[in-house]
């Protein structure tokens, strides 16, 4: 099995929503915690949720009240809603799990330091795009 398969994403406009799939493998589903980042083109990537398998979930405050994580009790696919998009949303989204460290450790602000640094496992990435 692939261990992570996104799928989703797409062009909106400003204001506008998508979603975002994460189908995960056994294996990258029972890591503990699993995260969202996103990069432009010629910028770093970013943090955007980190999240505790069946648990709670962490946001970068730029998509606080806008994107929500769900997950569903059993059943390995997590998605990423995403509401009241705004161009500086643009960019390739990446599903990523199989923690390098605690979940604990791995908040929004450690990821952004070097999203390798907090996980090993990578989607293939889905572009989303929002124009104004």
């Known amino acids: 099995q692939v261990p992570l398969v996104q799928s989703g994403g797409g062009s909106v406009q400003d204001g506008g929503s ?25 910028k770093e990537r970013e943090a955007v949720a980190v999240f505790y398998i069946g648990g709670g979930t962490h946001l970068a405050e730029s998509v606080k009240g806008r994107f929500t994580v769900s997950q569903y009790d059993g059943f390995p696919t997590v998605k990423l809603q995403m509401n009241n998009l705004k161009p500086e949303d643009t960019g390739m989204y990446y599903c990523a799990a199989d923690p ?26 889905t572009q989303v795009t929002v124009s104004s």
């Open 18 to 42: 998508l979603e975002l799939s994460c189908a995960a493998s056994q294996y990258a589903y029972s890591r503990g915690c699993m995260g969202w980042f996103r990069q432009a083109p010629g």
């Open 100 to 125: 390098r460290g605690p979940c604990a450790d791995l908040t929004i602000t450690y990821c952004n330091r070097g999203p390798s640094r907090c996980f090993s496992i990578w989607g293939q990435g």
